[in-house]
């Protein structure tokens, strides 16, 4: 028969209910964060430390701020830590059910046994730690040496100059770029990226950027998140500029060419101080123009994006709007409320010039 506790020790557990029900919260809280933790770090080590090892040998490309050595023993830190966190949770989580089940028990008035086991503790939970602190120390000390003997990361930063052309092609898969002016000569293309870009110039009047798509891994690269190219213009007469990405963006801050076509699948696009004709086209992203001035045809289309663009109070415009489910809102053309289908509308001036704006479900927004 189960022994009872004193009247005081159980009003004592009850007085103490509330702190008890935060430190066991928090007490269950640290353990799903350890096993998680676990399986992070066992997962990194189970990527990392072979890819570590294929990169050594120069079978795999991969991007990082870590030496290729250097990278096979943070991965075998990872892994050897995860398994220390494995052990060490087994141990744990029994320890806080117990503890939980004696509290309880507490609290109707029972007296249980010690909650503590007199297991002996596994050797491997020791024997994975020292092998983690082995491994942390092999990463640490082999990339010092690689820094020492002139290792960089492997992150591409480039600058390069071009003369000027008058066609520009720039297309990229995902990386974000960015087109702007300055008063120099010639062409400055600044990027960091897993990869160089790819160049082609057919003559002295075409300048084509390419992104390369070759297969790489970025691991403990940390600028990977920051990727971006930025295209520096002289103030020049441009024909064309034909821009495209798969899921960057592209910002354009001024439309200096005679022709600009953008077209992106789930990348935004934003183009500031429009003035030149402009034809933009994307399938996810957000489409947004604001106009210096309204002066040349504008094309405009996405399939489930919106559409934003902003034209100055005294604009002529004639525009064409095509929907299948999406809506107008627009005061500038006279609307007080959204509009839902296609229209024909004109909003007269001396120089109305056309705009044509599609979509598929998207909304549109023309305001002044």
Same mark, same amino acid.
């Given at each position: ?14 007085? +103490? ?10 007490? #269950?809280?640290?353990? #799903? ?43 075998? #830190?990872?892994? %050897? ?5 494995? %052990?060490?949770?087994? &141990?744990?989580?029994? +320890? ?54 002139? #290792? ?14 008058? $066609? ?22 600044? /990027? ?13 009047? /075409? ?12 691991? %403990? ?5 920051? $990727? ?9 007469? /441009?024909?064309? +500029? ?95 409320? &959204? ?30």
């Amino acid at each position: 028969m189960e022994n009872t506790l004193s009247k005081k020790a159980v009003l004592m557990a009850k007085i +103490f209910c509330l702190p008890a029900a935060v430190g066991f919260t928090a007490l #269950f809280l640290l353990n #799903f964060l350890i096993i998680t933790a676990a399986l992070v770090l066992v997962s990194a080590g189970l990527l990392c430390a072979p890819i570590g090892g294929l990169y050594t040998m120069g079978l795999l490309k991969v991007v990082s701020d870590l030496s290729p050595a250097a990278l096979t023993a943070a991965g075998l #830190f990872c892994l %050897f830590f995860g398994c220390f966190l494995c %052990f060490f949770i087994i &141990r744990f989580s029994p +320890f806080c059910f117990r503890l939980f089940h004696k509290y309880m028990a507490a609290i109707r008035g029972y007296k249980w046994r010690r909650i503590y086991s007199k297991r002996k503790k596994s050797k491997l939970i020791w024997f994975s730690l020292a092998l983690s602190a082995f491994a942390l120390a092999a990463a640490v000390e082999i990339q010092y040496l690689s820094l020492e003997a002139g #290792f960089e990361s492997t992150v591409v930063h480039e600058r390069l100059v071009f003369n000027n052309a008058k $066609y520009l092609k720039v297309s990229t898969s995902n990386l974000n770029y960015e087109l702007r002016f300055h008063k120099g000569d010639g062409i400055l293309v600044e /990027y960091v990226n897993d990869t160089p870009m790819i160049i082609e110039q057919s003559d002295v009047n /075409y300048l084509k950027l390419v992104q390369d798509d070759s297969f790489t891994l970025s691991l %403990f690269a940390r600028e990977q998140f920051n $990727y971006k190219m930025t295209v520096w213009l002289p103030e020049n007469d /441009y024909r064309e +500029f034909y821009l495209d990405s798969g899921s960057g963006n592209i910002t354009l801050t001024e439309t200096l060419s005679d022709y600009t076509e953008l077209r992106t699948r789930s990348g935004n696009i934003t183009v500031t101080q429009a003035t030149e004709e402009i034809s933009a086209y994307t399938i996810d992203g957000v489409i947004s123009c604001s106009y210096s001035a309204f002066v040349n045809t504008g094309s405009f289309e996405s399939r489930n994006g919106n559409i934003f663009i902003r034209l100055p109070d005294y604009s002529g415009i004639n525009l064409v709007f095509r929907t299948e489910s999406g809506y107008l809102d627009s005061k500038l053309m006279g609307f007080e409320d &959204r509009f839902y289908g296609s229209i024909d509308i004109e909003k007269p001036a001396p120089l109305s010039r056309y705009l044509y704006v599609t979509t598929a479900g998207g909304g549109v927004s023309i305001e002044g």
